[in-house]
């Protein structure tokens, strides 16, 4: 996941942020792309070293199940334009 999210937002500056506007990546409380800690994990501040880094400042939350870093990735490729299981094919 991280590794799509970096190599999509070097084609696009704008990418991460369109991203982390998205209804998908947005939960009840936190989003998973964001540019603090405290928005991804705005309950939980003994969570807010699992994240990454990307591009731009934009974090990205990293204490998830695999099927919201599949939920992530959907979000990635449809921001992109991208066809998951076409054009952006990945196995977890």
Known sequence: MVFILRELAKEDGSFLERCSLHPDAIGRKRKYIAKTTGEL???RPDLRE???ELSGGW???TNLSNNRKRNIIQIAAE???LTLGKDLIVQL
């Open 41 to 43: 994990y705005p309950d």
């Open 50 to 52: 699992y994240h990454e």
């Open 59 to 61: 974090l990205v939350m």
């Open 79 to 81: 921001v992109a334009g």
